[in-house]
């Protein structure tokens, strides 16, 4: 079963006065172990979509569901759940809070659920994305690289089902932003999540299983590996 699906997703707003469809019409599915990469120019609908993926914003018209359940008429209690329990957001500005440790950031999550054993948990993650030897490192004493393992690492610590990145690379350097790319290869892989990536970068475009082409709000085109 698809972990987030899209049926005819339709998204509108209201931009001075006039009504703009920033989503057209959108169907698409991620199953489990997954790498789909959403592409192309800026303003056709790839952050829009990741933020109906993630329930963090509702469909005009249409369906979205996530791990098979329907976003739309969830209470906030239950949206708060959903996400906390089942998707991983990864930013391309890191997100991180800068007067926490790396091993302080990844942990939160589990501490604002109450979770036992977080820093174990936490611990376990930061090994995951080999930075061990850096759980005592603030965010300014960490390379770019650094921090957005260090991001990684926080969005996969409550084991999601669903991953969701936005430009994870935008903010690195090739050789960087390749290693992280593999690394959300191997979670995507070893975890098992769908994750949906939102990229301009032909590097990250590459490595997905799925190249769902973006363009005024409508799918152009989905090439698949």
């Known amino acids: 079963m698809a972990l987030v699906e899209l049926r005819n997703v339709a998204r509108d707003y209201v931009s001075d006065g006039q009504k703009v469809r920033a989503l057209d019409g959108v169907s698409l599915s991620v199953a489990p172990g997954e790498l789909v ?4 120019r800026s303003g056709c609908g790839k952050s829009t979509l990741l933020n109906l ?3 963090m914003d509702f469909p005009t018209s ?8 329907a976003t739309s008429g969830a209470s906030d209690t239950q949206l708060t759940q959903l996400r906390r329990d089942k998707v991983g957001f990864i930013f391309q500005s890191f997100q991180l809070l800068h007067t926490l440790s790396a091993i302080e950031n990844i942990e939160l999550p589990l501490l604002l659920a109450s979770r036992a054993n977080a820093r174990e948990i936490a611990l376990e993650r930061l090994r995951a994305v080999d930075l061990d ?3 005592q490192r603030l965010p ?3 390379s770019g690289g650094q921090m957005q393992r260090v991001a990684i690492a926080r969005a996969v610590v409550h084991s999601p ?4 990145a936005d430009e994870p690379t935008g903010n690195l350097d090739t050789a960087t932003g390749n290693a992280i790319l593999e690394l959300l290869v191997r979670l995507t892989r070893e975890q098992c999540t769908a994750t949906l990536m939102a990229t301009h970068s032909a590097e990250a475009a590459a490595i997905a299983d799925v190249v769902i082409t973006l363009r005024d709000g409508k799918i152009a085109a989905v090439n698949r590996r």
Do not use: F, I, P
């Open 133 to 135: 030897g850096l759980a």
């Open 140 to 142: 300014h004493q960490l």
């Open 62 to 69: 249409g369906e979205v569901l996530l791990d098979g359940r």
């Open 37 to 40: 990469a959403l592409v192309g």
């Open 161 to 164: 089902r669903v991953l969701l």
């Open 53 to 55: 993926a993630g329930a």
